[in-house]
């Protein structure tokens, strides 16, 4: 049986990742609503169980996860470890006494609670004691009712707000205004201004050597030469050779040595993550992880299909996030990489295979089962292969990130 899941990232008010809320259905061809809450929270609980774990999805940060009361009352949540999910009280329950029991049992034995898509009603003030966290939809509800709900908690500290559907860097700076806790949306995966940002000198070798080997016929000397000018990107090379993702029997001794072990797929995968790393030093790092996810997606859904380099549709993958690193329009990004043309095409024109693939792995992300499961059969991928790919994907991208760290 496959698990089809999606993670939606949760920042706190400084933009670092504070939660994933995990989407999971029983397939794409069963997606929801044509699933009910109660099935689609059972399949999640049995798919953490036995086909997949928690960290591989969420790595150390909690997940939040749909519960409805048929769930709650079945104990589900007891199956979860407490320090990792926070459960989400789905807006469909209304309150009443087997809620409030529910939750207050749950809040006994230490489990984090969130109210789902909050309507704000006098009853839940019996609820408060035991919730943490209350999510508002923050594009459908008006600033008064906010400001109402606000009042309510004043007696209630601990309750932090989490604002959904933040689709803006103008809503997000509304809601940190409002004193929201928590956002979640896409606002952080698109250009916050428009505004050329240089690339510094460690960033230009970078670029440098990514043309270098891009190249039919790679020059290993003068890449082993260009390594050896930067002392930082050298060290990051040998740590990265070392690393236990290549499992390897004997220690890296010198630059030349890294790279031919390494290989010309992996030097050209490994320089691609250092230069996006770089660039988005500022940002915030889920950025960097959603990026990672995207090129090894990319790259396994290139390698079922059998159509396109894989090498290229990892590097679109990659690149596909660069405007909100760089705060400016892809095609202005674009403009200043040396990167192939049909990356390029796929990037700025939306056209192609690799844009496709960029489609896909954006229905994944939003959790949009129907139109994912059309574009893998418009793509004729092999349905049953695809959900592997992006677990894959998931945990390679955890894995780059402690690899790459300092």
């Known amino acids: 049986m496959y698990f089809y899941a999606a993670r939606q990232p949760i920042l706190d008010r400084n933009k670092e990742l504070y939660a994933y809320e995990l989407l999971f259905r029983d397939g794409l061809e069963n997606a929801f609503p044509d699933v009910d809450g109660d099935e689609a929270t059972s399949r999640m609980v049995e798919g953490s169980q036995f086909s997949f774990g928690l960290d591989d999805f969420l790595g150390d940060k909690p997940g939040f996860i749909n519960f409805t009361l048929d769930t709650l009352q079945k104990k589900y949540p007891s199956m979860l470890p407490k320090e990792q999910v926070v459960i989400e009280i789905l807006e469909t329950i209304q309150p009443g006494k087997r809620l409030l029991a529910e939750c207050q049992q749950l809040k006994e034995q230490g489990y984090v609670l969130a109210l789902d898509d909050y309507i704000h009603q006098g009853v839940w003030r019996h609820f408060y004691p035991f919730i943490d966290i209350i999510k508002i939809d923050f594009r459908s509800t008006a600033a008064d009712t906010i400001n109402e709900i606000k009042l309510a908690l004043t007696d209630f500290p601990h309750i932090k707000l989490l604002a959904e559907k933040v689709e803006t860097n103008e809503e997000f700076q509304l809601a940190l205004d409002m004193g929201f806790s928590y956002f979640q949306g896409y606002f952080f995966s698109k250009p916050e201004m428009m505004q050329s940002k240089a690339l510094a000198p460690a960033q230009m070798t970078l670029a440098e050597l990514l043309y270098e080997t891009s190249k039919a016929d ?187 760290g300092d």
């Open 218 to 404: 790679m020059d290993l000397n003068k890449i082993t030469q260009v390594f050896q000018r930067d002392v930082h990107l050298s060290y990051k090379l040998l740590r990265y050779s070392n690393s236990a993702i290549f499992k390897r029997r004997t220690e890296i001794e010198t630059i030349k040595q890294a790279l031919v072990v390494l290989g010309q797929a992996e030097l050209k995968k490994f320089l691609s993550l250092l230069f996006t790393s770089q660039i988005s030093s500022d940002k915030p790092a889920e950025l960097m992880r959603m990026s990672m996810t995207r090129a090894r997606f990319a790259e396994g859904l290139a390698e079922l299909h059998g159509k396109v380099d894989t090498a290229k549709a990892f590097l679109t993958g990659l690149m596909s996030l660069m405007d909100a690193i760089l705060d400016e329009p892809i095609d202005s990004v674009m403009n200043k990489l040396p990167l192939a043309k049909e990356i390029k095409e796929a990037l700025i024109e939306k056209k192609g295979l690799l844009a496709d693939y960029i489609q896909l792995i954006q229905y994944y992300e939003k959790a949009q089962w129907k139109e994912a499961n059309q574009a893998i059969n418009t793509l004729q991928l092999p349905n049953d292969k695809v959900p592997d790919s992006y677990h894959t994907a998931v945990q390679w991208a955890n894995e780059q990130m402690k690899a790459l």
